[in-house]
């Protein structure tokens, strides 16, 4: 079953919540993947979806810790916890094991919990450095400020 977007998951901070967005859509590619039995496309959702929640979650560190969020060194260790457990399933399968069934689960459970919880946590205090940007309405006028200029810069070092 794909993932719907329930709004439990917003942060209210639209450039998390698109990236977060961007996660569930891999999730749900993952499954369409499987579901095809197209090993080659499966491997590269994979792919494309480690390396795009790892550039996440970077992202995500460095605004918090431009935000001076308390708990970021705790957070900064469930990434590596996430990292660490997606990097045993992908060391399974370049043994030659299907393991494509049980990382999407884990990957829904563990990515949805992540962000409905820990991630919604933070909310509040990146909304108090942002102001104003985390109105949805307001971000492109916000951002022509030189206060929110951390945000493109944060894009540019951490997405291509
Ligand atoms: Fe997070």
Redesign the pocket.
């Known amino acids: 079953m794909p993932i719907v977007w329930d709004s439990k998951l917003d942060t209210g901070i639209e450039v998390i919540d698109a990236q977060h967005r961007r996660i569930v859509e891999y999730i749900n590619d993952l499954e369409i993947a499987k579901m095809k039995e197209d090993k080659r496309l499966v491997t590269d959702v994979i792919e494309q979806l480690i390396d795009y929640t790892q550039s996440h979650?970077g992202f995500?560190e460095a605004m918090l810790e431009e935000a001076g969020y308390k708990f970021l060194k705790p957070?900064k260790k469930?990434?590596e916890l996430f990292i660490k457990r997606v990097t045993e399933f992908t060391m399974r399968a370049a043994k030659g094991e299907d393991i494509a069934d049980e990382l999407h689960t884990m990957l829904t459970k563990w990515l949805l919990n992540?962000i409905a919880n820990?991630?919604r946590d933070y909310a509040e205090a990146v909304k108090q450095m942002t102001g104003a940007s985390a109105q949805p309405t307001a971000v492109a006028v916000v951002e022509k400020q030189p206060s929110q200029g951390f945000i493109s810069g944060l894009l540019g070092r951490f997405f291509r």
């Open positions: 979650f995500e957070h469930v990434h992540h820990e991630d």
